[in-house]
Each structure stands twice: as C-alpha cells, then as structure tokens.
C-alpha cells in the first residue's frame, strides 16, 4: 500500500486540479459578459445582446460546477492535513474567510439576478447585476491567490509555540509572490476564455452556422487573444524575476540546472534524473535561460546543488510543466499575430488555418493554466510553506487504505460530473444562439441548466 502521506498529497492534487479549470473559465466569462451587455446598451447592436443571452448559460453551468468542486478542499485541509490547519490556521483562515464574505456571498446574491433577471428588473439594473458577478470572481481571485501566495513566500507573521500568528496583515495579503501571481492568474483566465470564445465562433464560421453571431464574437476574441497573449508573457516575466529572487530552487527545477552556473543555457528538452542529479539527455541554447531569469546572458542561475537532495523538488514533473505551458503560450501569441494578418488581408472569417487552429486551441488555455500550477506547486515541494513546513511532516495519520479508497472515489465522481458537464457544454454549443427575439423570450434557464439544481 502506497504511503497515506503520497496518496493524500495526490488525492488534493486531482481535486484542486479539477476544480481549478471552472474558475478560470468563469472569471474570463463573467468579464465577456459584461462587456457584451455594457456595449449592447451603448450601441443598441441586438448582436451583443445575443453574444450575453448565449453565453450566460455555458457560464451558469461552469459556475456551478466550480461551487461543487471547491467545497471538498476546505474540508480536505481538515482531513488530510489536519496538522497543517492547526499552525498556519490563525493566518490563512481569515483570509479563506474574507474570500466567502466578500466575493462568494457576492457573486450568489446577484447571479440570480443576472441569470433570471431579464425581464424583472430594467436593463440597467442587470447590467449592474453582471458587473456585480464579474467583480465577485476577480475578489475571490484575490483572496484565494493571497493565501496561496502566503505559502511560498509567507511574511507579516510570528511563529508563537509553533503556530503561526499575523503581525502585519498588510505583509500577510501583499506578500511578495502576490501580486505578480494574481496578474498572471486573472491574465491566464481572460485568454482561457477568450480562445473558447475563438473556437466555438470559428466552429460556427467553418460550419457557415449563426454567422453573423459568429462573426462579431470570433472578430473580439481575436483582439483580445492578440492584446492578452504578449501581456501574460510580459506578466510572466516579472513573475520568473520574482520567482528566481524568493524561490531559487523552483527555478533550478524549471531548467533543470543541477549545479549553479553562470551563463546558464535554455534546455529546450531534457530527461532530468533526479537519482544521479543530471540529465541524460539535453538540447540547449546557450546562455538563454540567464538571459530569460535574470536579464543577463552571463548571470547566474542557483542550480539544485545548493540544497541537500531531500529538500528538491520533482524536477521531471516541474520542468515538463513549464515546458507545456511555455509552447502553449507561444501557440496563442502566434494564434493571436494570424488572426491581426488575416485581418489586414480581409480574410479574418474565412481563413480556414486560422478557424481550424482556434478550433483546436479551445482547451489549450486551461492546459497552459493546469500546467503552470504544477510548476508553482510542485515546485514548491517538499515545503507546504516555504523554508518552514514539510509536507509530509503535516499529514493527518489516515490508514493509507482509506485515503486510496476516498481518492478513487473522487476519481470516480469526477469524471462522471465532468462527462456531463461536457455534454451540456456541447448540446450548447450545437444548438447555438437563439435569434434576438428569441432570446428576449427565453426568460429562464432550463431546469438542466439551472446550477441550483
């Protein structure tokens, strides 16, 4: 039987890995809402009030799923970490707190009204409703992101009989990872949601189906992926200069640099052996990862001979991770520089290497995001804080058969949630957007559909 400490360490990895994919959708959503009723009331254009009636229903159902998918990983802090509760409780408990006071109780309150709302209230009022929902998302970003943040780079405590204690919640919220993390998280939410909106609308444009839908919604998401995509690379910069400044050992796991050098080459692939600390295999070019880590082609990158080998990370899982997400943030930039050159030639809506190619970037967004939390988690290990709290050291004293048995459980559950949220997602999307009138009569959401249920 697996050790009870690995299996609960993967049991929280599939659940926040699977509930992680609704908020980033959702918050990009919310924000394609708003802007989509704001312009229907500045311009009178039916077709943005049809691009919000359409919408709102993948963004109910993909809200809903991310209620019921967060719940269990508060209760697995108790569970399967209850040690961990205890000691950082005083800190990340407020903040957890502050995350349901001010952005979930928000976010419920005026959903209703912006989902069953059209014809109840003035069109004013619901456009409120939405920016309401839009600006709750972004708050539970923020409070969610602050704590996690806290553990790589905790600040503002004091440790009293081995329990953390705030001094400064100031220090505490605005730790030093956290506002570059938050950029990069809500930036990579906007792009999640901004090639669904490319891929569905070219899906449409291939199939000549709701074209002048089609049309207005792939023409918007295209500028937004071009705007979106060099941004979050500029935001991830500033992240990895932040990352190698507090946590140099992430970043020797991201390269796979085993001993400290200057000048340090990019290893475009590797095969890292984490038992002999090198790599079997390597395809570099030379001095780039200085030049991308520290803005010097000669500085120097802190290899991961600086620490004993029971304090490094899983370099295979970090440093393919970052590899993924670094390929798919170059394939929206390119998506993003096509769709500016189709459009200068006219051919925006009928290039098919651009619609076949945001077709398949639909899910890519999600990956890149899935992707980049392996590289800051896992990176992170074996500390749960950094420098300060092992992992293995906070794990509730579970028989190792009832967490296995829990885990396949939720294995289980999820996926059977997650195949029916596919197939709601799909019959959306195959069925299209009501015409305006329509829309104006379609006052409610199908019982199906209704995340209450």
Not at 79 to 106: D, M
Not at 118 to 135: E, R, Y
Not at 295 to 317: K, M, T
Request: net charge neutral; aromatic share 12%; hydrophobic share 50%.
């Amino acid at each position: 039987m697996p050790d009870p400490a690995l299996l609960s360490r993967i049991q929280f990895a599939f659940t926040i890995s699977y509930h992680i994919i609704f908020p980033t959708i959702t918050i990009g959503l919310s924000l394609y809402l708003a802007l989509m009723e704001g312009l229907w009331l500045k311009t009178g254009r039916q077709v943005y009030l049809q691009q919000a009636r359409f919408w709102q229903k993948p963004f109910a159902i993909t809200f809903g799923m991310g209620v019921v998918s967060g719940v269990v990983l508060s209760y697995e802090f108790g569970t399967n970490f209850s040690r961990f509760s205890e000691i950082v409780g005083p800190v990340l408990s407020p903040l957890l707190t502050y995350e349901v006071l001010t952005a979930f109780f928000l976010e419920a309150g005026f959903l209703g009204i912006m989902l069953f709302g059209w014809k109840k209230v003035s069109p004013k009022v619901h456009f409120i409703a939405t920016c309401v929902v839009c600006v709750g998302t972004m708050i539970s970003a923020f409070w969610i992101l602050a704590a996690n943040s806290w553990l790589h780079t905790p600040a503002g405590y004091e440790i009293v009989d081995g329990v953390f204690h705030p001094t400064d919640w100031w220090a505490v919220i605005f730790n030093p990872s956290f506002p570059y993390r938050l950029t990069h998280m809500l930036l990579a939410s906007f792009l999640s949601a901004s090639l669904l909106f490319a891929g569905v609308n070219a899906i449409y444009l291939l199939r000549k189906q709701h074209t002048e839908f089609a049309k207005s919604g792939f023409s918007i998401a295209m500028w937004a992926i071009l705007v979106l995509a060099p941004l979050q690379i500029l935001a991830g910069d500033m992240h990895g200069l932040n990352v190698h400044e507090h946590q140099p050992v992430k970043v020797a796991a991201m390269e796979a640099v085993w001993e400290t050098e200057q000048g340090a080459g990019f290893r475009l692939f590797a095969l890292p052996n984490q038992k002999e600390a090198k790599n079997d295999f390597e395809i570099v070019i030379p001095k780039a990862a200085s030049l991308i880590l520290t803005h010097d082609i000669n500085g120097e990158i802190a290899g991961l001979d600086q620490v004993a080998p029971e304090n490094r990370p899983p370099v295979a899982v970090v440093f393919f991770s970052f590899r993924i997400m670094l390929a798919l943030g170059g394939l929206m930039l390119l998506l993003g520089v096509l769709g500016l050159w189709a459009r200068s030639k006219g051919r925006l809506f009928d290039n098919r290497l651009l619609l076949n190619l945001s077709r398949l970037m639909i899910p890519a967004g999600v990956i890149a995001t899935l992707a980049g939390w392996y590289v800051v988690e896992v990176g992170r290990q074996p500390w749960l804080v950094q420098g300060l709290v092992r992992t293995v050291d906070v794990t509730s004293p579970l028989p190792a058969s009832q967490v296995l048995s829990t885990l396949i459980l939720f294995v289980a559950v999820y996926s059977l949630l997650f195949g029916v949220y596919l197939y709601f997602m799909r019959k959306l999307i195959r069925q299209g957007p009501a015409d305006v009138a329509g829309a104006a009569q379609d006052d409610e959401l199908p019982t199906t559909l209704n995340p209450a249920h």
